[in-house]
């Protein structure tokens, strides 16, 4: 969107988010996502129009990975795609990948996570459990 947040409310939005990331530096997922849905709702309409929209998206799917709600990890990750940058975003693509995973739809997962490695390489795998690399290694070759 060529439209920018006023510099007050992405001030805002930032502080929000921040307090949203320490909580969850702290596994206190259910308050970091409070934190992360108050600063999503100062988003003017058409939330989807906006590039912050995108990591809040992001950030409120991952409390809900690390507490292992994937259904509403998979809504996440679908809202992150439709907004500014999060369509071949490979991190999105590999949450999306891992969320099917979990949820047992292998075939979905195998074509999430391939994007995720063909946009971010392994690099974008290393951060988590290496059950979903192995599992693409059985998909792709890597």
């Not at 206190?28 to 309409?45: C, G, N, Q, T, W």
């Not at 907004?83 to 975003?89: D, E, I, R």
């Not at 063909?118 to 690399?133: A, Q, R, S, T």
Request: contains cysteine; hydrophobic residues 40%; negative net charge.
């Amino acid at each position: 969107m060529s439209s920018e947040l006023s510099p007050d409310l992405h001030s805002k939005i930032k502080f929000l988010c921040k307090e949203g990331d320490d909580f969850a530096g702290q596994k206190l997922f259910a308050e970091a996502r409070a934190k992360y849905i108050e600063a999503l709702k100062l988003l003017p309409d058409q939330r989807s129009d906006w590039e912050a929209a995108t990591w809040i998206y992001v950030a409120i799917g991952d409390t809900h990975f690390y507490t292992g709600n994937f259904e509403k990890v998979m809504k996440c990750f679908f809202n992150a795609v439709q907004c500014p940058g999060g369509l071949g975003n490979p991190y999105v693509h590999l949450r999306l990948g891992q969320a099917y995973y979990e949820l047992e739809n292998l075939e979905k997962a195998a074509d999430e996570l391939t994007r995720a490695y063909m946009g971010g390489g392994m690099e974008v795998f290393m951060e988590d459990d290496p059950k979903y690399l192995s599992f693409l290694e059985t998909r792709i070759e890597i």
